[in-house]
Nanobody
């Protein structure tokens, strides 16, 4: 059974850092694009970052320069390193997987991914 499990969330002060993990089981991530999304209280879920199977990445403007997505296919895990965190980064963070096809030029940060994790809470507050 295909499963994604996020971890690494928590409470951090503004300016702090967290690293989120997205561990896959039941399938290999090698052939999948992975997206990170977040839903803040009272807001719609939004795309944060994504990574293609070949490692090419994409970021939302709001996190560019502060967040870094990476993948370790040997560990079947994708990471989201979050630095210089702000209160507005507070949200439930989700990872999602989509089987890659050569018809796509770039991974997307929109809904429509095939499989989703349950989410991990990130709270940025003093």
């Amino acid at each position: 059974q295909l499963q994604l499990v996020e971890s690494g969330g928590g409470l951090v002060q503004p300016g702090g850092s967290l690293r989120l993990s997205c561990a896959a089981s039941g399938f290999t991530l090698d052939y999948y694009a992975i997206g990170w999304f977040r839903r803040a209280p009272g807001k719609e879920r939004e795309g944060v970052s994504c990574i293609k199977p070949n490692g090419i990445t994409r970021y939302a403007d709001s996190v560019k320069g502060r967040f870094t997505i990476s993948r370790d296919n040997a560990k079947n895990t994708v990471y989201l390193q979050m630095n210089s965190l702000k209160p507005e980064d507070t949200a439930v963070y989700y990872c999602a997987a989509e089987l890659w096809t050569n018809a796509q030029a770039m991974c997307r940060m929109t809904e429509g991914y095939d499989d989703w994790g349950q989410g991990t809470q990130v709270t940025v507050s003093s």
